[in-house]
């Protein structure tokens, strides 16, 4: 993010300018960060497995979630989306499934996250 104070010549001045001045700039650089829970309940309070983050770049963004036998049963570009404990409309069996989370940081460095997650029926 880049600030600036910008002042604009207001109306009723004398001599009738209407001039504009910025001060220097000050960039502040945001770090990603990501939250990804370790259990989710479909029918309970969390009912989606959905990673919270701040300042990643949507545009290059990919969740995936895999079976214990290591076949995908998830997968999103999109990162307010969620996995529903589902596979083709069937739910999944209560059970640990590994997730990996791809997504760029502001220094265009492409980060890779990789764990489990608990589904409780």
Known sequence: FVYFVMAQEGPGNTYGFAETSTSN???????????VPSAFV???????????NVFIDPS???FMIFDRWGKKVFETNNPDEGWDGTY???DMP???????????NNENIYVHKRGTVTLIR
């Open 25 to 35: 700039y000050a960039a502040a650089t945001q770090v990603p960060k990501l939250f």
């Open 42 to 52: 479909p029918r309970g309070y969390n009912t989606e497995f959905m990673p919270q």
């Open 60 to 62: 290059d963004y990919t």
């Open 88 to 90: 083709n409309g069937s």
């Open 94 to 104: 209560m059970g640990t499934y590994a997730y990996v989370i791809k997504f760029r």
